[in-house]
């Protein structure tokens, strides 16, 4: 029989760090207000969003228009806030929630 050879013994990382942790999405939502055009919502939204086009900033304005709220954009929680800070920066009323 031979005997095997073994390395040095492994330290294994910490259970924190061996986790894979992300944070869980919060949306950024846009609540109807009646001191804003609906024109005005949507070029705003358009403008503060990245990417947003004209057909989605329409859609979202309506939503909130008729149910009271709808949700502008699900992100981590940075960017969430930083939308909401743009958002209210410009008149509208929004809000952050956990998705």
Known sequence: M????????RESAPATQ?????EPPYNVLLHNDWSNSMTR?????????????FARATGI?????TRG??????CHRELAELYEERLE???????????
């Open 69 to 74: 709220k709808s949700v502008v954009k699900s």
């Open 18 to 22: 061996r986790k894979n942790r992300t």
């Open 41 to 53: 919502v949507v070029l705003v939204l358009r403008r503060v969003v990245p990417g947003m086009t």
């Open 89 to 99: 920066a410009e008149g509208l009323t929004a809000s952050v929630e956990r998705a």
């Open 2 to 9: 031979a005997a095997t050879k073994r390395g040095p013994a």
């Open 61 to 65: 304005m309506l939503e909130a228009h």
